[in-house]
């Protein structure tokens, strides 16, 4: 069964250091993955996706995630990040048994404080 | 201005009515989704439509019903059969049937059960 996983519930960085958000997947075949991001009481916005190619995504805002096939992980990262990053974070792969629907992972909030 | 609407914004049900979300989009998609957003669940599935007059059930599709009559517009029923209908209600479209295109979200519908 596909699956994805967000291991952390939140992750709090200070203003101005790196952040990274752990995504892990479980897929058979190749994995389509997308990083979205969601501000309070609205949809969701896309941030970057993974097909093929290079294993470093670079996506909106100064986000940018790197593919590992071995780990079976899709972690998004930022090198300075800013008290306006700060929202939910959700990890998603397209799911092979429901047409071109997405399976999201259950969300990490990002809190970047200054 | 092209993108995916959602109404109303906020809804508020009686036990045992009926209510209908409206998504409509003018981006042309050819597929469109619905998802149920839940505090620390991240997002379900509950139908799908790949093209016009044609949709298939995600993973929650209990007590939820569709219709795909026009190729911009894909209103959810959620019906009385819905034991636990209050959620966050998130419309999204993409491209085509491709599995490679990234969803476009619509703002979403906060319904609540009185």
């Known amino acids: 069964a596909q699956s994805v996983a967000q291991p952390e519930d939140q992750v709090n960085v200070a203003e101005g250091n790196p952040l990274t958000v752990k995504c892990t997947y479980s897929?058979?075949?190749?994995?389509?993955l997308f990083w979205y991001v969601q501000y309070p009481n609205r949809g969701l916005q896309f941030l970057l996706k993974y097909i093929t190619g290079d294993n470093l995504v670079k996506g909106s805002y100064g986000f940018e995630a790197e593919f590992n096939k071995s780990q079976t992980s899709f972690h998004l990262k930022k090198p300075s990040a800013l008290v306006s990053d700060s929202a939910l974070y959700f990890c998603a792969v397209r799911a092979i048994t429901s047409g071109t629907a997405l399976i999201f992972g259950k969300g990490t909030t990002l809190s970047v404080s200054s | 201005d092209g993108g995916i609407t959602q109404s109303p914004k906020y809804l508020f049900r009686k036990e045992g009515q009926n209510v209908t979300l409206s998504c409509e989009q003018n981006l042309n998609h050819d597929a469109m989704y619905w998802y149920r957003q839940d505090p620390g669940q991240g997002l379900r599935l509950i139908y799908y439509s790949q093209i016009v007059n044609d949709f298939q059930k995600g993973d929650i599709a209990e007590g939820y019903s569709v219709s795909r009559e026009k190729k911009e517009s894909f209103p959810l029923t959620v019906t009385s059969a819905q034991k636990n209908p209050t959620a966050f209600y998130l419309c999204?479209?993409?491209?085509?049937?491709?599995?490679?295109?990234?969803?476009?979200f619509g703002p979403g519908t906060r319904l609540t059960v009185l």
């Open positions: 999204a479209s993409s491209i085509g049937r491709e599995r490679l295109n990234e969803q476009f």
């Open positions: 897929v058979s075949g190749n994995p389509y």
